[in-house]
Structures are given as structure tokens and as C-alpha cells.
């Protein structure tokens, strides 16, 4: 029998991308779509290349809406997950999309995000190394029934850096990633400030200085890995494609690291993982290699020179990013196939994009 869904915030992009990956889900049923300025309207109105729920009307995003269902995603802004998230019943499986309940210190939310810190859900990032033994976060994902889906610049840093960090092989005081995102993953705020005054073709630097908000995300993820506490410097780069993202993390290395030795250790960690991909010595990804699809590829370099990691990985924003992530933690948490409904996906194959 396939479970009943609802996603709220539909409208936007990444609930498009959620609606074009539950079509392709054979044990998923929705039901419920919600909106705000767009209740009424059919989801062939913004959707168009999801023709499996093109008659489907957005509802309003209340507690009766969203009541009843076995899955309800939440594509909203950050801070108005935690208000609905009070709706929904205790035995209801939820993924949050958004920040709400990333953070697990309140510290960090509040220097980062302000505002009441409505407190952690489990991380729904099944990769990621939490501990330098190896032990992943799917451990966590069995069963819960509140997951908080990672941001989808944290998941190219995270997963780029942890296995350098869970192996020793750098120091934990000089790591910095500069990550280019396309404009679907940047907001609209800093999309809106960029097209404003550039043609496209364009590349901006955008919330400079350390204060993007997936800072506090990244740090919480890799000190887990690395076990201790550690800093990273972030710059976010939004160019004018509409999907992707690479992120070139780079750390220095601690003596006697060899290039067989990042390797190996990247082979090592993501060795049984359908999702990530290590690419071999001397190649690197590009964001037009995952546009569509739930993988991060990644490709590593040591830069004799400067005697630093260069671990470069890709991903498409909203999928490994975001929607994809939330499906495969979905999986777990189900107690299904954790590809279920992600192998072979692709933009061609409900349309042309979501």
C-alpha cells in the first residue's frame, strides 16, 4: 500500500522538485499539495513538466490541510517550518526542507538565523561521517519520524571534506571552501540583488565575511567527522545557471600525506554508497555531470605547492541538495531501499525542468 503524501510550500522550487521526484516514487501517493498567493491554482500553472499532478489544486497551508497524511515535507520559508511542524501529529513522518531544525546549538541559530531556536530534528544526510571510527549519520535515520533535510551548500562541503577529516589527514585550523551555486540554491534575495545590476553571464561573491547561514551547518558536520571542534571559512559564489553547484574545499595537509593516501580514504568511506561518487586520480567533476540526479562526485587533488587538499564536489542543488536527500532519508526512515525512486532520474524524463 503506498503511503499518503502532502508537501507544503509546493510553489516553489523546491517543492517542484519534490513533486517531480514523488511522480517517480512507486510507493508514494499524494495527495495534498499547498500554497500561499497560489491557493486555487492548478499545479500545472507553475509545474508544467509534471504532468502526473497537473489537475491537483494548491490548498491552503493550515493544519486541515496537511492533517491525515503518512508524509509531509515541508518546502517552506525558515522559521514558519517550526510553526507547522506543531500541526502534525506525532506519528506522522515530516522532512523539513528548510533550516528550522538543522542547528543543535541555539547559539548558532540565533547569531545566524534570530529569532526563538526551535531545536533539532535527525540530520538527513545518510552519508556523512559523524564520528573519526566511520560510523554514518543513517545510523540515526531508522525509524525517526522528524528529519531535518541539510542545506544543499553544506551537503557539497560535508560530504567534499569528511573523510579527510574522519581520517587525520589534515589540520583542523586552516580549511575553506569557495563554492559556486546556481541561481535556484542562492535565494532569492541574492538572486534578485545580482540580476538586478549584472547581465547574465555574471559570477558575484555574495554574503562575504563569513556570515551565510549554512556557516554554523558545515562547522556542526565536519567537527563530528573530525572529532573536535573546528572552523571553516565559506564564500558562496552565485553564477547565472539555474542548477548546480561545486564547491572546491581545500585544507592543509598534515606531514607525510600522500595523494594515494586521500585516495584511499575517500575510496574507504564512500566505498557501499549508491549516492557518492570518487572519481579517479586526476579527474574532477562538473556540475553538468549530476543535473537531475541525486549523486555528489567528487575529485581530489594535492597541491604539492601549497601542500593542501583540493577536494572538489559537485551536486544539483535540488536534488542531492535538497529533494533527493529528503527522499533518500525518507527511505531509510520507511525502512525501504534507500534508492527507491532515485535511480535513473532525470530532468528529460517527467518533462524538461521542474
Same mark, same amino acid.
Given at each position: 500500500m503506498a503511503f499518503s503524501v502532502a508537501v507544503a510550500g509546493a510553489s516553489g522550487n523546491v517543492g517542484g522538485e519534490l513533486?517531480?521526484?514523488?511522480?517517480? !516514487?512507486?510507493d508514494?501517493?499524494?495527495k495534498t499539495v499547498t500554497a500561499s498567493s497560489m491557493v486555487g !491554482? =492548478?499545479? &500545472? &500553472?507553475l509545474h508544467s513538466s509534471i504532468p502526473k499532478y497537473a489537475d491537483l489544486v494548491f490548498a491552503p497551508n493550515t493544519a486541515e490541510s496537511l492533517s491525515g497524511h503518512d508524509i509531509v515535507f515541508l518546502a517552506l520559508p525558515h522559521s514558519k517550518s517550526a510553526e507547522v511542524a506543531e500541526w502534525l501529529a506525532s506519528d506522522t513522518l515530516v522532512l523539513d526542507c528548510g533550516a528550522d531544525f538543522r542547528l543543535e546549538s541555539e547559539s548558532d541559530w540565533q547569531k545566524f538565523y534570530g529569532g526563538d531556536h526551535a531545536g &533539532?530534528? /535527525?540530520?538527513?544526510?545518510?552519508e556523512l561521517v559523524i564520528d573519526p571510527s566511520g560510523t554514518k549519520q543513517r545510523t540515526l535515520l531508522s525509524s525517526t519520524k522528524r528529519i531535518a533535510v541539510p542545506g544543499c551548500n553544506v551537503t557539497a562541503i &560535508?560530504?567534499?571534506l569528511a573523510p579527510a577529516l574522519a581520517s587525520g589527514l589534515v589540520e583542523l585550523d586552516d580549511i575553506v571552501s569557495v563554492l559556486t551555486v546556481g541561481t535556484s540554491g542562492a535565494g532569492r534575495g541574492a538572486t534578485e540583488n545580482l540580476f538586478a545590476v549584472e547581465p547574465t553571464g555574471s559570477a558575484n561573491a555574495y554574503q562575504v565575511g563569513g556570515i551565510h547561514r !549554512? /556557516?554554523?551547518e558545515i562547522e556542526q558536520n565536519l567537527s563530528k567527522s573530525a572529532g573536535a571542534q573546528i572552523q571553516v571559512s565559506f564564500t558562496p559564489v552565485l553564477a547565472s545557471l539555474e542548477r548546480g553547484i561545486l564547491a572546491v574545499n581545500t585544507a592543509k595537509l598534515k606531514a607525510g600525506v600522500t595523494l594515494k593516501d586521500l585516495q584511499s580514504a575517500y575510496a574507504t568511506h564512500y566505498a557501499n554508497e549508491s549516492f557518492v561518487k570518487v572519481l579517479p586520480e586526476g579527474q574532477f567533476p562538473s556540475t553538468a555531470d549530476t543535473i537531475g540526479q541525486n549523486f555528489a562526485i567528487t575529485g581530489i587533488a594535492l597541491d604539492e605547492h601549497a601542500n593542501r587538499l583540493i577536494a572538489v564536489c559537485a551536486i544539483d542543488?535540488?536534488? =542531492?541538495g535538497t529533494g533527493g536527500a529528503a527522499i533518500q532519508s525518507m527511505n531509510i526512515a520507511l525502512g525501504l531501499a534507500e534508492n527507491t525512486g532515485l535511480d535513473g532520474i532525470s530532468l528529460s524524463k517527467n518533462g524538461a525542468k521542474s
Open positions: 513533486l517531480r521526484l514523488i511522480a517517480n !516514487h512507486p508514494l501517493e499524494l !491554482h =492548478k499545479v &500545472s &500553472s &533539532s530534528w /535527525t540530520y538527513g544526510m545518510p &560535508s560530504l567534499g !549554512h /556557516t554554523p542543488n535540488l536534488v =542531492k
